[in-house]
């Protein structure tokens, strides 16, 4: 099922994808820096209030003023003195009944002071305190002053506004989120270059494409009924279809040969040569315990470098087989062509008898001719109810005809219609090479006969093919059904086997016997009525 949602391009994924991630991860970064110098900075500004306290605090300017032996005006000089060097908001110096003795404002010198924190220091305690005064909001120290001898005379107060605290911040964090800014920008643009690195790597195809082409690439391999095996660089075994596996497995070989490396699974099977030669190799025959495969061995090559190697194979006996299938047709062609042969020298009779108006004659002719193909039809018919078999055996009539052989055709009891259809090409092979065999060998004999026995209790049908040929030689019974084997020359010996090889495939039996007078072989095979 395909959904009606357009796929996400997949550049504009991972640019968006990289995008979020560098985002959050430097957003959090930086609010967690930012509040560490923000803290810090908070801390380092505490410190130097509640030290610039503690310096007015211990001197003897202020002390001896407060005690009554300077006058109040020398701790205003001194205290606006510090403040200039240090940078503070104020320096508020008071005796014990809150009065200030100094201020920024002069204005506010002999008031209460303001705020309400420094009872505490009051008491003899050094403490920050954030507070509104006449200046505003403020992060205040307070440091009690102590005389000589111990006792308390007052309190200083050293401030710094808070929207100072505010712009000490701010301006050291700006400097953060002016780098989380680049660092954001540096991010995206590399994003989209990987993202189009990404899409090179890809030749251009987007993940839903790609996806698509490997469940291809998978039903392809699995629908061939060649085997395929490929391996990569490292000679390991990275693609096996099932038939592959399937002929591994009939030859002993397991059945997991992926991951594999190849010269370890099947050291004979010379994929490595090609991946090192980088030479293609076409229809080799290859051996694997006992069985044939023809083999098309050819390197992978990308950019003119070998990446890998790949196998098809296929076994030879599947393809004699074919080729037989294939002789098959050529012989019902060439029964067609004999049949038109035999029908266009009858018409030429037909019409000279026409053009010399011997009608008598031309009747007579027709008849014999009309009877003599009746004959045939009708004791064919009557023992073969299946149609592609009636017709086969008229065929391999007309074929021994022509190859001036006697071919009798006659049986016990009447073959139906089958009730499995498929067991009828491998049933056309059985008849049709033990025919061709026999029409064959009573060639070159004196009678030429061939004789076809067919019977069918209901259960069994039996086949029985004799022939007046010379026989087959003794010291060839035991090798007969043997593949390959043959005395009409090279290239032949597949007949008896693909006879041998169908006949058990039907979980029938087969057997012969010859002489000098002639072969005689006899098939028998389960066969159940359509009905």
Known sequence: MTSNKKPINLALMIALFVSIVLTMALSVTGILIGKKISDHTEKTLSEKA??????????????????????????QSFTSEIQRITGVRFIVVMDMHHIRKSHPDKKEIGKRFVGKDEVK??????????????????LRAFVPIRNSTGKQVGVVSVGILLNQVKTAIAQSTRIIYIGIGFGL?????????????????????????????????????????????????????????????????????????????????????????????????????????????????????????????????????????????????????????????????????????????????????????????????????????????????????????EHGVKLTIFGDGTLPLSKNPKIIDDIVTIIGNLIDNAIESSENSSKKEVDVFLEYDGMIFSITVKDSGGGIPEDLHENIFKKGLSTKGENRGYGLFLVQRNVENLHGTLSFSSNEEGTLFIVKLPYQSKE
């Open 50 to 75: 509640m030290t610039t306290a503690q310096i007015v605090a211990h001197s003897s300017v202020v002390i001896e003023a407060l005690e009554g032996k300077r006058k109040d005006a020398d701790i």
């Open 121 to 138: 220091a009051m008491n003899g305690k050094s403490y920050i305190s954030i507070a509104k005064g006449t200046l505003g909001r403020s």
């Open 185 to 401: 920008l540096i991010g995206i643009v590399g994003a989209l270059g990987l993202a189009r690195k990404v899409k090179r790597i890809l030749f251009g195809l987007e993940p839903f494409e790609i996806a698509n082409l490997l469940q291809e690439r998978n039903a392809m391999l699995e629908s061939v009924r060649e085997g395929i095996l490929a391996i990569n660089r490292q000679g390991d075994i990275v693609i096996a279809n099932a038939e592959a596996i399937r002929m591994f497995q009939k030859v002993g070989y397991h059945d997991r040969p992926i991951g594999e490396n190849v010269e370890n699974y099947m050291p004979d099977f010379r994929l490595s040569n090609v991946l090192k030669s980088g030479i293609p190799e076409y229809d080799q025959e290859h051996k694997l315990n006992g069985m044939v495969f023809v083999v098309n061995r050819v390197p992978i090559k990308v950019d003119n470098q070998v990446i890998g190697a790949i196998a098809t194979f296929r076994d030879k006996t599947e393809l004699k087989k074919l080729v037989t299938q294939l002789s098959g047709v050529k012989l019902y062609a060439e029964a067609l062509r004999v049949k038109t042969h035999e029908f266009m020298n009858k018409l030429h009779v037909i019409l000279g008898l026409v053009q010399m108006k011997q009608y008598d004659r031309l009747t007579s002719f027709i008849q014999n001719i009309t009877d003599h193909y009746q004959l045939e039809i009708d004791s064919v018919s009557k023992l073969v109810k299946e149609p592609i078999l009636a017709g086969f055996f008229l065929s391999k009539l007309s074929y021994a005809r």
